[in-house]
């Protein structure tokens, strides 16, 4: 009976599978006992995401040089081999290997990391995993006004990397402009109201502006783009019914929500101190004019 089971395991491509075996399940649990261990000593979220994605990369790479070690012996015949069934391969796994040529694409070119927030076609969200084959998001927006997350995990192919727009709102930038319409009423001060607009602006705005210029400087430094205004801006629009001010502003694509309420909190009490700025409205109004 031993004897059986030893010519059966001495029997070329056997043992070769079952060396290979071996050395695939040594590798995988040092790699998850390596995982569980790095998890317990690093507190950083960001450096244990990193060392986590290294060793999973470190134990692919010696699985591969396993299997190539281990059939090295049937080299002939492997060759042949894979020459045939490179056809196949690439037919039926055309996905699969686009994916992975995506995944290269990434890693080396920097394009999205874990972390940043993009917009990839029609899906926006933060960035919170990249795999081999797999781009992770949290979704942000859709049926939730603003950039908040909505709490739906959205998985892509990495093969998106070469086939529809990536737009980054987090790289080499990290700010956006925004803006708000304020609309007041004809009568009111609208020199006044400048004035004040432009000073709530600078003072609520004006940090993510000084941060921002240096970042721009370094883009026009990289990229060919024009010197940019990223103070506040104040413009003012008027017709028959009221007069519109345009408050644009740069801000961090992570604070759009909070600052858009800070602006409107304060632009509210500011206007409540004065009786030389009134809030426009819809409203119909009807004079009665008494007649001589």
Request: charged content about 25%; glycine content about 6%.
């Amino acid at each position: 009976m031993i004897q059986n089971i030893t010519e059966f395991i001495e029997i070329g491509w056997i043992s070769r599978w079952l060396k290979f075996g071996i050395a695939l399940l040594i590798i995988l649990l040092l790699a998850y006992i390596t995982k569980r261990t790095a998890s317990k000593h690093i507190s950083d979220n960001n450096n244990k995401y990193r060392t986590k994605k290294s060793i999973s990369l470190i134990g692919y790479v010696l699985i591969a040089i396993s299997a190539f070690i281990i059939f090295k012996e049937n080299n002939g015949n492997l060759g042949l081999s894979i020459g045939i069934a490179s056809a196949g391969i690439a037919f039926a796994l055309q996905e699969v290997i686009t994916s992975f040529a995506g995944w290269i694409s990434i890693v080396t070119s920097g394009q999205v990391k874990v972390g940043q927030r993009v917009k990839i076609g029609d899906i926006k969200g933060d960035i919170i995993d990249i795999s081999i084959l797999k781009t992770t998001l949290m979704e942000t927006g859709d049926w939730v006004d603003g950039d908040l997350y909505n709490g739906r995990i959205t998985t892509l192919s990495n093969s998106y990397i070469f086939k529809v727009p990536i737009q980054n709102y987090s790289a080499d930038y990290p700010f956006v402009w925004d803006e708000i319409i304020i609309k007041i009423r004809s009568e009111s001060d609208f020199q006044a109201a400048r004035v004040l607009f432009e000073k709530i602006a600078n003072d609520i705005c004006g940090k993510y502006a000084n941060e921002s210029e240096a970042k721009w400087k370094a883009m026009q430094n990289k990229y060919r783009i024009e010197n940019a205004r990223v103070l506040p801006l104040i413009t003012m629009k008027f017709d028959e019914n009221w007069i519109t001010f345009n408050i644009r502003y740069i801000v961090d694509y992570t604070m759009r929500r909070g600052t858009k309420d800070a602006l409107f909190t304060r632009i509210l009490e500011e206007i409540n101190k004065t009786d030389k700025i009134s809030v426009a409205t819809s409203a119909l109004e009807i004079s009665n004019l008494n007649q001589k």
